[in-house]
């Protein structure tokens, strides 16, 4: 076998490390609403946590390297699954080229079965894209006759979906799954459309007929849309320049009219809002356009048409997995931006997610004349410039929203904000980050009547609490387009999960495989059978409880995969091999190297952003059929899977919790994608009986995280009280904290904030009346707009202020220890010898930075040659300075390939630091900025190694980085190929992208297009409302009445 990975060996060492026991709140878990360290969430255990997250990063549960205990059997599973292949590869050398006896391979079964495909209507292997067949009689096929142009825009995995659904097919030979959609397709749906069609203004009626909003009457219609669309497409390539046609003008008229229409009818808050639930026909055709969706389902009409929303109520509403959640939420949003005039906040969990929603919303601002602003990671400006006609959709991290909001609260813009939408609303219960989000949502309730909160969840339980405490609504429907069949195996035997059965699970079926006594040692969970049931032909995810086991299993898996695997979509995969090689600037991972021509990855936090995107692109093409992932796919993500196998019920050390379950097994048979879904959960024969717990069990509670915080808010003991009564804790308080009341705990609260400096008592005289209020001190303030953690807020302001007396600015090395995160301190264990190599490569006077932040050098060489110290040395600054070692190396060299070896760490673990560090340098420029005029001298400074940090990449990549979606690869080729500033990437043709970037698809290129135009107007934008800013006449002149 080749060299071992590094991520491989960094993960053996780090997996002999104990155990990360809770991590400290990030820095961003804004103003610390202090974790409140519960020993477990609705009984089910402790919470896992994430290792460090300044901003949200992807793992959902955590970043784990080792989950078992020597004893456990899950460390004997691992240790088989690290060992065997091992012996098994010998093996195989030994018999020559092994070959899976008798297992239904995928290949061969379609092979020997070319009529299951069509059976079940799906189009396997070789070219989907262009694979379609138009049956005569299809009743599908006059409607689906789109245009090729209109495909392109399509996600490839929602081609394969089209296609499938062209398929021939009677009703009896269809999935359950299907029959549903199809029904749904000719009933009440229908309607739906027609009834939200006609609108009562007669321009409507010749607009809408114009347009042919009715997508399902007569062929004469269908040639009408389908012209219509072609045309709109040309138009909009047309459009790529940034001249105004005359047809652009007509458009942008009818547009404005039909805005200003729904407005109205908004307004006057009749039954009947306009053309498209008060919305211009327009946003109707780009969902068709954009996203594929035609017809909304019936529960989502239902919610869209709720009283409580008409009535400007709070909502939070529940429905499964693959539900269609989404689309409400973005008709809700649209309202809001084009008919109301306000502006919108999205909270969502991860920075990737918020990126992809980024990507995916810019071409409807775009085209309905609104802007999208990222407030992920470093990106964000707090407060949100204010501007002159065009209103914003902020979409947020939720540590970036809270200090959004809390930007907006203290200029006295809170009431700006129309509607705030938070996906994953159980993530309320979720650690610091639960606490932060709480926050939010309790300081937007208490400061503006006017904003709109709508929650919505897969997986809520006890919503009677979020509702108190949201002042909610509540809507839910069990509706999944996609069946979702739930199995579990023990041993040879599936099982379905049946809530009627006794013990939870029915006989299914004896799993059909021969193993050899070889592949039954390497193996005995029988994955390999599991996934050849369906690779390559559909696709399958594999949740594995650790990042290691996630590369064992692929590998795993590869060594006896048929070698006819090898020749599905081989030169894709060879191209996905070459574009990674890229991206490692000439590495590749040797897993990735292996497993790769089977159609197998993994996936977890050890990659970089770039190759995780790759891999995750390669995967809905269908070029990947599986993936070997940790909880870092779980949420949120529409990939494709029609079997998703939970390895085992575990999450690191942990036992799986229902939330998290129902989660990763959601990711199955996902609307417009799939059309069925399953997952196995793969049980030992000791985990029964916490098995049928976990399936039968309803979901686990959602309960607050929050401990009394200081509030900007209000000003007095009482008012503080009041505030907090109006949370999750308050509506929770005798639950949560059965020794202490509330004003017991506000008390020793707001003690604990005037004890560390940040709140100081003032007395207030009022007509003879004294009366103590709260004041917030500078370093309150400062805190507060930084989003500091209040628990190393002191700390970080002696260390910069001490920096005031001697910053080194030879290089950037003594700024980067400032920026350093502290929350990823304690996680960090020095290699001593490469500490000190780093050390002696410093130039003299970036030595000196070392000794003054506390690290003498005689400590690092007497730890690297292994003597005893006597001398006491802070290690959190040891530690601290180590990582800026780290971080000041891949300033240098801007490879996080070469960084991770030199420091012998896993490029993801350097990728992450990379990415909390420039997060948490954005926060210590907040805090330096406004408050705190001692430290003016960082402003400046900060904001430029904010920008290096953010980016890491060579200056000129910079502009196009910016870009939503655009990583340092893709940044590399479009430099390349002459797309060298913002304003090349807006103003660029997407066919010639496609024709001169390599691994480019269509959407992509119209993706990257639409983000940058994105980008473009809202920078000329703030700089035209700048403008006009500084010409405006002030009306006070003197002399002037
Ligand atoms: N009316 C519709 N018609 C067809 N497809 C739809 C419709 N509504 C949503 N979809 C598609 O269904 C898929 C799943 O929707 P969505 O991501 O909103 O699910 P969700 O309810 O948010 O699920 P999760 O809880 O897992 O995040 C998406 O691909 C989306 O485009
Ligand atoms: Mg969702």
Redesign the pocket.
């Known amino acids: 076998m080749a060299e071992p990975p590094l991520a491989v060996r960094r993960r053996s060492r780090l997996g002999s490390a104990p155990k990360r026991s809770r991590p400290p709140a990030g820095p961003s878990a804004a103003c610390s609403p202090l974790a409140l360290k519960r020993a477990n969430t609705g009984g089910e255990g402790v919470p896992a946590q994430r290792p460090y997250c300044n901003d949200s990063e992807e793992d959902m549960f955590g970043d784990y390297n080792s989950f078992c205990e020597d004893d456990s059997l899950l460390a004997q599973v691992l240790d088989t699954e690290h060992t065997r292949p091992r012996d098994a590869e010998t093996d195989v050398k030994a018999a020559g080229e092994f070959v899976l006896e008798g297992l239904p391979s995928g290949i061969d079964q379609r092979k020997q079965d070319n009529s299951s495909a069509s059976e079940t209507g799906v189009i396997c292997g070789g070219d989907t894209e262009h694979g379609f067949q138009t049956p005569e009689n299809d009743p599908l096929d006059n409607k689906e006759d789109l245009g090729d142009s209109l495909l392109d825009e399509l996600p490839s995995s929602q081609l394969l979906y089209f296609a499938e659904m062209r398929q021939p097919s009677t009703g009896s030979e269809r999935s359950a799954g299907t029959k549903k959609i199809d029904m749904s397709k000719c009933s009440s749906l229908d309607k739906i459309w027609r009834a939200s069609s006609p609108c009562p203004d007669s321009e409507h009626k010749n607009r809408s007929t114009e347009f042919s909003s009715d997508l399902k009457s007569d062929s004469c219609k269908n040639t009408s849309l389908k012209d219509h669309l072609k045309n709109a497409l040309t138009e909009n390539a047309k459009a790529q320049t940034l001249k105004v046609s005359k047809t652009k003008q007509l458009k942008e008229a009818i547009l404005s009219e039909e805005i200003c229409v729904a407005r109205k009818a908004i307004g006057s808050s009749s039954v009947d809002i306009g053309p498209f639930y008060g919305l211009p026909s327009k946003v109707k055709d780009l969902f068709w356009q954009l996203?594929g969706?035609?017809?909304?389902?019936e529960w989502?009409h239902d919610c869209l048409t709720l009283e409580c929303l008409q009535q400007r109520k709070n909502l939070i509403y529940s429905?499964p997995?693959?539900?269609?959640?989404?689309?409400v939420a973005e008709i809700l949003i649209l309202q809001e931006l084009l008919c109301m005039q306000k502006d919108v906040l999205m909270i969502l969990p991860y920075v990737a997610i918020v990126q992809e929603k980024v990507w995916g919303l810019s071409n409807f601002g775009i085209e309905l004349g609104f802007l999208v602003e990222e407030y992920a990671g470093s990106k964000g400006r707090f407060p949100p410039i204010k501007r002159r006609c065009k209103k914003s959709l902020y979409i947020a991290t939720i540590e970036k929203g809270h200090m959004l909001v809390n930007s907006l609260i203290e200029t006295d813009r809170i009431g700006d904000l129309g509607l705030v939408v938070v996906d994953e609303l159980h993530m309320l219960g979720e650690g610091s980050r639960g606490a932060t989000l709480e926050m939010t949502l309790a300081k937007i309730l208490y400061t503006s009547k006017s904003t709109h909160i709508v929650g919505m969840s897969?997986t809520l339980n006890n919503v009677g609490d979020l509702q108190k405490f949201l002042q909610a609504e509540y809507y839910t429907k069990n509706f999944r387009?996609v069946e979702l069949k739930e199995y579990i195996k023990i041993r040879d035997t599936i099982y379905e999960v049946d809530s009627k059965a006794e013990n939870g699970f029915t006989f299914s079926r004896l799993l059909n495989f021969k193993y050899s006594s070889n592949l039954k040692k390497a193996d005995p969970d029988h994955i390999i059978a599991l996934v050849t049931e369906v690779i390559p032909k559909y696709s399958c995810l594999i949740f594995c409880p650790t990042k290691k086991n996630c590369e064992n299993v692929a590998s795993m898996v590869c060594k006896y995969l048929n070698k006819e695997f090898r020749s599905h979509r081989e030169k894709e995969k060879q191209d996905l091999i070459k574009d990674l090689k890229n991206i490692g600037n000439g590495s590749i991972c040797p897993v990735l190297k292996q497993t790769i021509p089977f159609g197998v990855a993994y996936h977890h936090s050890g990659l970089t952003n770039d190759e995780r995107k790759s891999i995750e692109e390669a995967y809905s093409r269908g070029v990947l059929c599986l993936l070997a992932c940790t909880a870092t796919l779980a949420?949120?993500v529409?990939l494709p899977a029609r079997r998703v196998i939970l390895r085992a019920p575990y999450v690191a050390n942990d036992f799986l919790k229902k939330n998290q379950y129902k989660?990763m097994i959601?990711r199955a048979g996902?609307?417009?994608?799939d059309n069925a879904g399953e997952s196995i959960l793969i049980v030992q024969e000791k985990d029964k009986h916490l098995v049928q717990d976990l399936v039968t069990s309803p979901l686990e509670n959602c309960y607050s995280n929050l401990l009394p915080e200081f509030t900007k808010i209000a000003v007095t003991q009482e008012e503080v009280y009041n505030f907090l009564c109006h949370t999750l804790l308050g509506v929770q308080q005798q639950l949560l904290s059965k020794e202490k009341s509330l004003s017991e705990l506000v008390k020793d609260g707001l003690e604990s904030l005037i004890e560390k400096g940040l709140l100081t008592v003032k007395i207030m005289e009022k007509d003879q009346n004294s009366k103590t209020a709260l004041a917030i001190t500078r370093l309150g303030k400062a805190a507060y707009k930084g989003s500091i953690d209040l628990s190393y807020c002191n700390l970080l302001y002696k260390e910069l202020k001490k920096g005031l007396e001697g910053l080194v600015l030879e290089s950037s090395l003594h700024l980067l220890y400032l920026a350093t995160p502290y929350d990823m301190v304690s996680n960090c264990s020095p290699n001593w010898m490469i500490y000190l190599r780093q050390f002696n490569q410093l130039s003299a006077a970036e030595q000196t930075v070392a000794d003054m932040v506390g690290v003498p050098e005689s400590f690092i060489a007497k730890k690297a040659s292994g003597q005893a110290i006597r001398k006491n040395v802070d290690s959190a600054s040891v530690n601290r300075l180590y990582l800026t070692f780290i971080l000041y190396t891949l300033l240098k060299e801007t490879n996080i390939w070469s960084v991770s070896e030199k420091f012998n760490l896993s490029r993801g673990y350097v990728q992450n630091l990379l990415t909390s560090a420039a997060s948490f340098a954005s926060c210590v420029l907040h805090f330096c900025e406004q408050e705190l005029e001692e430290f003016w001298v960082y402003k400046a400074l900060l904001t430029e190694l904010t920008k290096h940090l953010t980016y890491c990449v060579k200056t000129e990549l910079i502009p196009l980085m910016e870009v939503a979606g655009v990583l340092e690869a893709r940044a590399k080729q479009l430099y390349n190929a002459g797309y060298k500033t913002l304003a090349h990437l807006a103003n660029a043709n997407p066919e010639t992208l496609v024709k001169t970037i390599e691994h480019l698809s269509r959407r992509q290129a119209k993706q990257i297009v639409s983000s940058a135009k994105m980008l473009l107007t809202e920078k000329a934008e703030a700089l035209q409302e700048e403008v006009e800013l500084l010409l405006k006449v002030p009306t006070d002149i003197p002399g002037t009445s």
């Open positions: 996203r969706i035609e017809t909304l389902y989502q429905l997995t693959s539900g269609g959640k989404t689309l897969a387009p949420a949120g529409n989660q959601g996902r609307a417009g994608i």
